[in-house]
């Protein structure tokens, strides 16, 4: 090599500075990419939930009507209370109070009941069964109005609109403007979403049965899963030999955590459901359906959480006489705790949103109340969004959006409770 | 042969003329011997580690091994107490003898093993626990203390044998792990002596510590040689000079020589002995 082929010292760092600009554009381009990959990211995720929300928030709302109905008992059998046509008598009194006067062919009264739910019936139903003394006495209930009318309140039913386009006509609308000046109609928080479980109709619906059955799904997935998959992991990881056969388990576990959620519930409905006769669309079936479809993830997650246990704590352990299964569960596993407790809780989430695998096993069943038991017909908080979601009703859209807000809310909470368990638990050494 | 590169090994270049060898503790008597290897082979799936050593541990004494890394010390170390047992794909032959026993038969449990034989590791290893826990937990399992009272007394004569009772007896109480380097290796002997071992092992327990640390631990040693058969490896041939009454070098897998310290580091039989503690390895 002859000398001129050694760069001087001045030439080699115009070299490196020739270069350096090139370095640094690199890396700027770099962060601008990454950058702009988190702003579309956050758009979309604005963009959902904006939509859900808007969709959504005005089923917090709801509109309620007191009307005070004199139970006549010229129409009400003292003997037989339930054969009389109490959506009629709502009807009428809120006629009166409207200062209209029903035609013989009880047409107005039929316009009336359309905007009013027949919640206000069953109710006034409900109070003379229980009280036939009520009979020729005036008395005031307060039920919801029928969705249509409180979309019309809500705004989402216009009265531009041209008539034949709308569910309702003018008059009804004039009613209700009437009714809602006179203060007869008033809004406030629609408690009752909270409070009520699915229902034919609309106004009436709510999402205590799901809230019930996704909590007690939840309950036996959580009791199935979490204890028999850390134990597995627990087991794999720190006694397993390390030979052929348990590289074809990690292997298959790692496989079993990515096929669809939709074949766990065709297993389901095959072994649990058709073999074992474990009650359809039941929590305990769906709760076993998800423990299957968690275990993996949960297996999964442990064995990193042991894994990053320093080995230094094992020799500790075992240098004192410490038998294996005490070093496992006296230092290892507790070590290992925060972050098998956030797997947990994180595929938990994932379980909870699950609806596909319940289809299968049949939890689409409509169930207006709160599920009886781990046996008993139950529905969940994602399969409410599902079957609300294919009712034709324009109300039911609105109340899907809010399920959803509902769901998300558990999954808020789930998560934070996974940051909350990973920072309490968590331990330096 | 290769040579043998390490970083230790220029670290330790002392001259030999340096190497203070206490006589009063090299020559000693040495006391009956403890353990008893023979002919000790260790694979390591198909790599051989230890060749057919064999080697005498005397009783209340310090034995020393020294050698470059990766000679097999820490390997013949841990097959004392069966840590290697731990280790996937690791076969031990040969006889290792505790009191004439064989340590690797079937009727020893490791358990009973690893109490007789206590460890004291490179790396200050104390639980993420507090301090009386960490040392509380040996006599626990073992179920060596029978009540609270009984439990607290063997912490704290441990914590004292070790030399860390003065600084840790207002903190019992605070994580172990929240100790200076030293401090957490005293915790470590004192967690092993609390179990009433036999013998102690030592892997490099100095190497992570500083020089000031790091004497603490030798006069810890020195005085606990009177209780215990101490086994340590170092790296530190001046180490070895200062605390061992005897010493072994190992080299390769093979067990060179063995002797008590005076001679190994003023008269040493073999070349490779004579090139390693005056740092001239070749």
């Known amino acids: ?429 | 042969m290769p040579s043998q590169r390490d970083d230790s090994i220029a670290h330790d270049t002392v001259a030999p003329v340096h190497i203070a060898v206490d006589r009063a503790h090299a020559s000693q008597p040495a006391g009956p011997i403890k353990i008893r290897a023979r002919d000790v082979n260790v694979f390591y799936g198909d790599k051989q580690a230890l060749f057919d050593v064999s080697l005498d541990v005397p009783e209340n004494s310090v034995t020393a091994l020294i050698g470059p890394s990766g000679c097999g010390k820490s390997t013949f170390l841990r097959s004392i107490n069966r840590m290697n047992d731990t280790i996937p794909g690791c076969k031990v032959t040969g006889r290792i003898e505790l009191d004439g026993e064989d340590v690797n038969d079937r009727s020893i449990d490791p358990v009973v093993l690893r109490a007789r034989v206590g460890m004291v590791f490179q790396k200050p290893n104390p639980f993420p626990k507090t301090i009386f826990e960490n040392v509380a937990y040996g006599p626990r399992i073992h179920g060596i203390a029978t009540g609270k009272a009984e439990l607290e007394e063997i912490v704290e004569r441990s914590l004292k044998r070790a030399g860390l009772w003065a600084e840790v007896a207002d903190r019992l109480h605070q994580p172990g792990t929240g100790l200076s380097g030293g401090q957490q290796q005293r915790l470590v002997i004192a967690r092993a002596i609390a179990v009433s071992p036999e013998v102690i092992l030592m892997d490099e327990p100095c190497s992570a510590l500083d020089p000031i640390a790091t004497a603490r631990i030798e006069e810890l040693i020195d005085e606990l040689r009177n209780q215990y058969c101490i086994v340590i490896v170092t790296h530190s041939m001046a180490q070895a000079a200062r605390v061992s009454q005897k010493t072994a070098f190992f080299h390769l897998g093979k067990l060179v020589e063995a002797g008590p310290t005076g001679e190994i580091f003023t008269n040493p039989r073999d070349s490779r002995t004579q090139d390693y503690i005056t740092g001239r390895f070749g």
Not at chain 1, 370 to 377: C, D, K, N, Q, R
């Open chain 1, 1 to 429: 090599m002859t000398d001129a082929a050694i760069p001087t010292a001045a030439s080699l760092r115009q070299t490196v500075e020739a270069r350096l600009k090139k370095r640094h554009a690199q890396e700027m381009r770099f962060r601008l990419y990454g950058r702009m990959a988190i702003i579309v990211a956050l758009c979309f995720l604005a963009l959902l939930l904006g939509r859900i929300v808007t969709q959504g928030y005005s089923t917090f709302v709801d509109y309620r009507i007191a009307v005070p109905v004199y139970l006549d008992p010229a129409r009400i059998d003292k003997a037989d209370p339930t054969g009389a046509n109490y959506d009629m008598l709502v009807a009428q009194s809120i006629l009166t109070k409207l200062g209209e006067q029903d035609d013989d062919l009880g047409e107005k009264s039929g316009k009336v009941m359309e905007i009013m739910s027949n919640d206000l019936g069953f109710q006034l139903l409900k109070m003379v069964r229980e009280d036939p003394s009520l009979i020729g006495k005036t008395i005031t209930v307060t039920g919801p109005v029928k969705s249509d009318a409180a979309l019309y309140f809500k705004g989402q039913i216009k009265r531009s609109t041209p008539q034949d386009s709308r569910k309702l006509d003018d008059q009804q609308l004039d009613w209700m403007d009437k009714l809602k000046a006179s203060g007869a109609v008033t809004s406030g928080f629609n408690v009752s979403f909270l409070t009520n479980s699915d229902s034919t109709e609309p106004e009436q619906a709510g999402v205590l049965g799901a809230i019930v059955g996704s909590a007690m799904m939840l309950l036996v997935t959580a009791v199935l899963a979490v204890p028999i998959g850390v134990l597995a992991a627990t087991y794999l990881e720190e006694f397993a030999p390390k030979n052929r056969w348990t590289d074809i388990i990690e292997v298959n576990i790692n496989n079993l955590a990515a096929v669809p959620s939709i074949v766990y519930g065709l297993l389901g409905l095959a072994v649990f459901s058709n073999w074992l006769a474990v009650p359809r669309s039941s929590p305990l079936l769906g709760g076993l359906v998800l423990a299957l479809m968690a275990l993996p993830t949960i297996i999964i997650a442990t064995r990193s959480a042991l894994k990053a246990v320093p080995p230094s704590i094992r020799e500790a352990a075992l240098g004192v006489g410490a038998s294996r299964t005490q070093t496992v569960f006296h230092h290892v596993l507790p070590l290992a705790m925060p972050g098998v407790m956030t797997g947990a809780i994180l595929s938990l989430a994932h379980a909870l949103g699950e609806t596909a695998p319940l289809l299968m096993i049949g939890m689409i069943s409509f169930v207006p109340g709160v599920p009886e038991g781990f046996t008993g017909a139950a529905t969940v908080l994602p399969v409410q969004v599902f079957i609300w979601e294919n009712a034709s009703e324009r109300g039911f859209h609105e109340r899907t959006a809010a399920a959803i807000i509902v769901l998300l809310v558990f999954m808020i909470i789930m998560n934070l409770a996974a940051i909350l368990v990973r920072r309490r638990f968590e331990r330096r050494w």
